[in-house]
């Protein structure tokens, strides 16, 4: 589909090509706003099409525009204690890397974080069997999209490239898939008080934080339960 955007004496209109779903330029640039566009190879021209120094700096001017610290990483996968507690996940949840360093986060090493005051938060993308990753500049990535295994794969490929290793903890490869009708939120929630959200199929942060309140009001009751019998 032809690009709605122009940037005219930069390029012919006729090379402005995108996907069916909005996506043009090397970088699959729907997110980026061609003001943020950048002439990195010199040549007098702001070419996200077949320029790869164009469009990797123009994609690397808009991350900074929202909000990626130089010298901080975008995130790394973690170790967590067999006994943690994983109501404290989620990307509303933000804690220094002393504080995670208290409730036995390691790296993947096992060895301690770097008690540092830098705020960081956990994701567990694949629940207790996968990893589990801390991050900083992982906002900037989800700003320009708004899927966190999209900011996550972003964030592992760049590592990957730059020479890091494969994940220290696979997910699991024998998880049961599940349907957007079996993720939509069920009576259980809605009887319970719990917020899950708009009922879109989607296994998003906030069904996740859902499910996990739902899972520990139970244990308490059980618990209660074991008391009183």
């Known amino acids: ?3 709605a955007l122009s940037m ?5 209109p006729e090379r402005m090509i995108g996907s069916w779903a909005g996506l043009w330029g090397i970088c699959n640039s729907c997110h980026l ?3 943020y566009a950048k002439d990195i190879d010199g040549d007098g021209r702001r070419d996200l099409w077949g320029s790869v120094p164009d469009a990797a700096g123009s994609a690397a001017n808009f991350l900074q525009q929202l909000g990626w610290i130089p010298g901080l990483d975008w995130g790394r996968e973690v170790r967590l204690p067999p006994a943690f507690d994983y109501s404290l996940a989620g990307r509303d949840q933000m804690l220094s890397e002393a504080e995670w ?3 036995g986060v390691t790296t993947t090493a ?3 974080l770097v008690p540092l005051e830098q705020k960081a938060a956990l994701l567990v993308p694949s629940g207790h069997q996968g990893p589990a990753f801390g991050y900083q500049n992982f906002y900037a990535i989800m700003r320009w999209n708004r ?3 999209y900011a996550l794969s972003v964030g592992h490929l760049a590592d990957r490239i730059a020479s890091a290793t494969a994940l220290h ?3 699991p490869a024998d998880t049961a898939k599940i349907t957007r009708e079996q993720v939509r939120p069920s009576d259980g929630f809605i009887f319970t008080g719990i917020d899950a959200g708009e009922a879109d199929g989607v296994m998003g942060s906030i069904t996740r ?3 996990s309140r739902f899972q520990k009001i139970h244990s308490v009751l059980r618990m209660v339960i074991w008391i009183l019998y």
């Open 33 to 35: 706003p061609l003001r």
């Open 1 to 3: 589909m032809p690009c």
């Open 101 to 103: 360093a208290k409730l």
């Open 110 to 112: 096992g060895t301690p």
């Open 169 to 171: 903890r696979m997910p």
């Open 209 to 211: 934080q859902a499910i």
């Open 8 to 12: 005219r004496e930069d390029i012919s």
């Open 147 to 149: 899927s966190e295994f």
